[in-house]
């Protein structure tokens, strides 16, 4: 819930109890008025009519005249000083139906005789007063409501500008883009603490990025040129007349030691590089186009280990992405279908409308399938390989949320990427059963 | 043929400079930006070596000091830094090519060769051995005046021993030249073997002499002797 309804539905709360309140007291504030308002008027209506009486010579008479507001009776009680002030309901001929009245008892003598006397007056019914209170307040409240909301959302968006602020520039900030957030100043001190503490924190995130990044390149540097300085040592080496067979095949598993190491170095900073996202330039590419190039350079191999290549593209496929990690992934996936095969095997590559996968025949796994994506796992412990290229293709695939899955099934091995997992989630159980 | 190599590893300059040598080659080397920019006023060189993390700056600096003189020296760039975007700057600004550290001499040798080529206009196109003769403009070889068909990967193949002429090549290296970063298992040495096979008796059927040597597992030789 945003923090503006928060506090709209606190206000209005508690303002609905102080609302019901102030009615309930407003009701019995009203009531005491008017109680003792009619009381007031009564009393001087008796002090008048008495005067009448005692003029009039019929009292009957003046009794007709004076309809509903007055009713008398000889009594034998004796006279009183007392009043008694009580309620009742008289039916009103004229507006035929029963109207409350407020009246005045008393024993009065007129004339020498005793008279029991009721003086009345029409008295307003609490349930129309209740009515009126209600819908009085009812409508305050909703107006109060409404000018609250209006103000409330008004003042708040115009106070809560700078915090939407940071919160786009936070949402925007990327690392790996080195660029320090430059906040603009408001005239509210807490957001100017916020933003001072982001601006704060994001320099240190990339002061320390940059150190990373510089130790990664500083270490593949560091190791490139001892390791150049063994190969070269070891190829003049290599050169000298004279050597033994034995002395040969030392200084050749030397320098193959060292290339290895020296490969496995490179690919450890490719994926550190892609890990941090330090490619970003993007571009429109056709995978379709990339593939057929990358085969036709790789046709030796095929053709070396006699493997029958066939191509299912049902569609065009064009993927956003950096051409160099596209050529790194593409090449790690088919050189794989490649080297993992048998001799005489198969490859087929489907690519559709999102989705790319490469089957290739092959021996049975060794390692658990969902370990194959993790560094250094190998099928064949004893292959010389590097056991990064699918961890560096995982990477890849991660860096643009594309989803990249492993299946194996009847001898085939299958690599599929999906590039658009977001939109839908198929599943072709028939692609591993080819 | 002067070499001016600008590397400020003194290992890796000695290799460097001990391979070129015996590949006849006459070496001589500056270890910083300073020194090199003195040798580049003063002499005059065939080819220039330049390593990019000097230690008082970039050498794609004197990639563009080079261009800018209008010097006619070849230029190949050495760098530990496997990264596109120096790639890129420094064929931009004018080097002839590009190398990434760890290298094999006997690459950096025929690249060499091949900047010279393109640069040297005057000289002979072809490239002559004893009685093979080849030309790397058109992929043309000849042995006794008779045209041998080679595949293209065959042709570089000759064209990478004719380079290295009388030096060991371990497979590694000639599968690194012939085919980039695809190769990278030993079970695919298999292919070099039946490439050079193939070259071999081509060869021998055009009546070149066989000069291709094995070594014993490491790789092969190219010699007359």
Redo the contacts between chains.
């Keep these: 819930m945003k923090l503006l309804n928060q506090t709209n539905l606190y206000f209005i709360s508690v303002s609905l109890v102080i609302f019901c309140l102030g009615g309930i007291l407003f009701y019995t504030l009203f009531e005491i008025i008017i109680d003792n308002d009619i009381a007031h008027k009564l009393h001087e209506r008796k002090t008048y009519n008495l005067k009448q009486l005692q003029k009039s010579d019929s009292l009957l008479l003046y009794q007709q005249y004076s309809a509903n507001m007055l009713y008398l009776r000889p009594t034998g009680r004796p006279e009183t000083t007392t009043e008694i002030l009580s309620d009742t309901t008289i039916y009103d001929d004229v507006l035929e139906e029963r109207i409350l009245y407020r009246q005045l008892s008393f024993v009065k003598m007129i004339h020498g005789k005793n008279y029991f006397i009721q003086i009345r007056r029409a008295a307003v019914e609490q349930k129309s007063l209740l009515e009126g209170v209600v819908l009085l307040e009812g409508l305050l409240f909703l107006a109060f409501v409404a000018v609250l909301t209006l103000v409330n959302n008004r003042v708040s968006r115009q106070i809560w500008k700078p915090f939407y602020a940071i919160l786009d520039k936070i949402g925007k900030y990327k690392i790996d883009l080195a660029q320090s957030m430059s906040l603009r100043k408001s005239n509210i001190d807490e957001f100017n603490e916020l933003a001072k503490a982001i601006e704060t924190m994001t320099d240190k995130i990339n002061r320390e990025f940059n150190i990373q990044k510089e130790f990664a390149?500083n270490a593949?540097?560091e190791i490139?040129?001892p390791?150049?300085?063994?190969?070269?040592?070891l190829?003049?080496l290599?050169?000298s007349p004279e050597l033994s067979?034995d002395q040969?095949?030392l200084?050749?598993s030397a320098?193959?030691a060292?290339?290895r190491l020296?490969?496995l170095n490179?690919a450890l900073?490719?994926l550190s590089k892609i890990e941090n996202r330090q490619f970003h330039e993007m571009t429109k590419i056709c995978l379709n186009d990339e593939m057929d190039q990358l085969y036709a350079?790789?046709d030796?191999?095929v053709r070396?280990k006699e493997l029958r290549v066939e191509k299912n593209y049902t569609q065009r496929l064009e993927i956003k992405m950096n051409t160099?990690l596209l050529g790194i992934l593409l090449?790690n996936i088919i050189?794989n279908s490649i080297?993992h095969n048998l001799t005489g095997g198969r490859i087929t590559i489907s690519i559709t409308d999102q989705t790319l996968s490469v089957s290739n025949t092959g021996e049975p796994l060794k390692v658990p399938s969902q370990k194959l994506f993790q560094r250094f796992i190998k099928s064949n412990t004893k292959?010389?390989?590097?056991g990064l290229g699918l961890s560096i293709s995982k990477a890849i695939c991660d860096t643009y949320s594309f989803r990249i899955a492993y299946r194996e099934s009847a001898g085939w091995h299958t690599v599929s990427i999906n590039f658009n997992p977001a939109e839908t989630e198929i599943v072709r159980p028939e692609e591993s059963r080819k | 043929m002067k070499v001016l190599i600008i590397e400020d590893e003194h290992e890796l300059q000695t290799a460097i400079s001990a391979y070129l040598k015996s590949e006849g080659y006459v070496c001589e080397h500056a270890a910083n930006i300073k020194e090199a920019t003195e040798k580049i006023n003063i002499y005059e060189y065939d080819c220039i070596l330049i390593d990019i993390g000097l230690p008082d700056g970039n050498g794609l600096q004197l990639v563009e000091i080079l261009k800018k003189e209008l010097k006619n020296s070849g230029v190949i760039i050495l760098t530990a830094k496997n990264s596109l975007e120096d790639k890129i700057f420094g064929l931009d600004v004018g080097a002839d090519d590009y190398l990434t550290k760890p290298f094999n001499l006997s690459e950096l040798n025929a690249r060499i060769r091949s900047v010279l080529r393109r640069r040297k206009f005057e000289g002979k196109k072809e490239i002559e051995f004893n009685e093979i003769s080849i030309n790397p403009d058109t992929l043309q070889t000849c042995v006794q005046g008779k045209t041998v068909p080679l595949t293209k990967k065959e042709f570089d193949l000759l064209l990478f021993f004719l380079s290295n002429k009388k030096k060991v090549l371990t497979k590694e290296s000639i599968a690194e030249h012939l085919w980039g970063d695809y190769i990278d298992s030993a079970d695919n040495f298999d292919f070099i073997y039946v490439h050079i096979s193939n070259l071999r008796k081509k060869l021998i059927d055009y009546g070149a002499r066989d000069y291709l040597h094995t070594v014993y597992g490491v790789g092969y030789k190219f010699t007359d002797t």
């Design positions: 390149e593949s540097h490139q040129t390791l150049a300085i063994v190969k070269n040592k190829e003049i290599l050169q067979k040969m095949d200084i050749n320098s193959v060292a290339n020296s490969k490179e900073i490719i350079n790789l030796e191999l070396m160099h090449e050189t080297k292959s010389p390989s590097l």
